[in-house]
Structure formats: C-alpha cells, structure tokens
C-alpha cells in the first residue's frame, strides 16, 4: 500500500521540477553541458567518420556537439541530411575543402525505378552553398509524342503512381530549356547535378539514373578557423546551443575557442637528506 503522502510528495516534486525549468535563466540550465565529456566521431558504415559541424542523431548527444543546421540520421549503413525541407543520402564528407556531396533520396517505384522528383531542390542560402562543379538541370514533364531534341535526355519514373515513359525530359541548358517549355504541358523540375555528370548524361555516357546517384556538390560556410586551433590544442570542436556559438571542449570543461596549455608539473627540491647522507663509521678508543 502506497503512503498516505506518496501523492503530496510526487506533486511537490513535479511542481520543483515545473518551477526549476520555467524560471530558472537559460545560462543556469546550459550549465548541465559544462562537464560533459566529448564524444568521439561517430560512425556511419558508408562514411568513415562524423565530426563537427556534423553530428549523428541518436549516436550524438544534441546540444554540444554539431551544429543545429547539420544534424544527420543514419539509417543502417546510409547517412541522410535535412536541407530546406527536402532529404538527401549523405555521398561524402570533405572535412578539409569543407564539400559535401549529397543525393536526392527519391523512393523506388514498383519496377525498381525512381519516383519523378516534382518539387525544385535548390539551395543557394547559407550555410550551404554549390560548388563551381554543381549546376542546374531542368526536367520537364508531359511533353507531346515525337518531342526530340539533340540537347534532350528522356527518362523513365513514376508520377502520381503511374509510369511516365517518353514524355519526360531532362535538359541542362538553362536557356534552352525555357525554349522548350513552351512545347510540354507540364511543370518543371529544376534540380541541381553535378557539372561532370551532366556532360556523361549529353554524351550518352550515363543515364538520368547515374546522374542523380552521383549526386552533387555544396561547400558549408561556417568559419572554420577557431576549430582549427581547438584541435590543435588538443580539443574537441563543438557547438554551445545555449550560446548559440561554437565551443572548444577540453578535458575537464568546454572553452570558447581554444584549450589552456597544460602547466607543467612543479619541479620538486631534494631533500637535504637525499644531498647528504653520511657514511656510518665506528669510533675507535682515543
């Protein structure tokens, strides 16, 4: 049987905790972070490693260490990124030149094909920005039979469930495909590819299919340079959410930019005793 105040003490508990977590100010609650130990990169099967700005959803405690912009999931042995309300499989991660090579993730169809992308995916704000090997390409959808052109690739999806063959097109002209819009009834796509397998796609060399899975290019823009002297102070770079900033995370609490240098241990004097011991010696009759 319960105590007779077991229902006032577990109200007045939940009440702390209500009045602890509304009035309490942020920089107190951010106080939790302080003495968290960094976590090691984590891992993704495909992707060697993950560290900061990037951080693994469930693998990562959130909050200190990546970036709120660049929060990851993985799903099995694949690494996917929330970009403007639109999902890409994560390719690889250049930490150095700070690229990211990112994939539409558009769901198979019934006959192993893809699903006919029907929303833009551009990105051209911060923190993300395409590389000089990014571009755009135009698809364009419900195309009259017989429309051909020689700068034109057709391919094959599925749209509203059903299959679409000979009257979707890809074009990576942009002029070009405003020309030919005039002529397909359709809405178009604009999605971005990457420059080398846009020209595989024009010299038949590879397929729309191959162009999406290789993906395409954006650099990150955050200022990388106090990272560099966190790791080289030996720290772990993260990111204070609280103070909406990075953080160097050292052993045994998080700095703002860099680690203090470790002092060295005082030098210890010997003892007098350990300078001079004298010999023992026998004292013979006078």
Same mark, same amino acid.
């Given at each position: ?11 007045? #508990? ?13 920089? +107190? ?10 976590? !090691? ?8 490693? +993950? ?18 912009? !660049? ?9 996917? +990124? ?16 700070? +690229?990211?090579? #990112? ?10 094909? #893809? ?12 923190? !993300? ?5 990014? *571009? ?21 999806? !599925? ?31 604009? #999605? ?6 846009? *020209? ?87």
């Amino acid at each position: 049987m319960l105590p007779k105040n077991f229902f006032l003490s577990a109200h007045f #508990i939940s009440t702390m905790i209500f009045l602890l977590s509304n009035h309490f100010p942020v920089s +107190i609650l951010c106080e939790a972070f302080q003495n968290v130990e960094y976590d !090691f990169p984590a891992l993704c099967d495909e992707l060697s490693k +993950i560290e900061y700005p990037f951080w693994v959803d469930g693998h990562q405690p959130a909050g200190y260490c990546g970036h709120p912009a !660049f929060k990851l999931d993985c799903w099995g042995s694949k690494a996917t +990124i929330e970009i403007k309300n639109q999902t890409y499989a994560v390719i690889s991660i250049d930490y150095k030149a700070q +690229i990211l090579t #990112i994939a539409l993730v558009l769901y198979h169809g019934f006959f192993g094909d #893809i699903v006919c992308p029907e929303r833009n995916a551009t990105m051209n704000s911060s923190p !993300f920005e395409y590389t000089s090997n990014t *571009q755009n390409a135009t698809l364009l959808y419900d195309c009259p039979p017989g429309f051909e052109h020689l700068a034109t690739r057709d391919f094959l999806c !599925f749209k509203y469930g059903a299959p679409v063959r000979d009257h979707a097109y890809v074009v990576v002209n942009t002029s070009l495909a405003t020309e030919l819009l005039s002529r397909c009834g359709g809405c178009t796509v604009v #999605i971005p590819v990457l420059a080398t397998a846009a *020209q595989g796609l024009m010299n038949h060399s590879l397929d729309f299919h191959n162009v999406l899975d290789e993906g395409f290019e954006v650099k990150w823009t955050l200022e990388e340079g106090e990272c560099r002297g966190c790791a080289e102070s030996r720290g772990g770079c993260g990111y204070n959410w609280c103070l909406g900033q990075p953080s160097c995370y050292c052993p045994h609490k998080p700095y703002s930019t860099t680690c203090p240098p470790v002092k060295p241990l005082p030098r210890i004097a010997p003892t007098p005793t350990a300078l001079y011991s004298p010999k023992s010696s026998k004292v013979g009759p006078l």
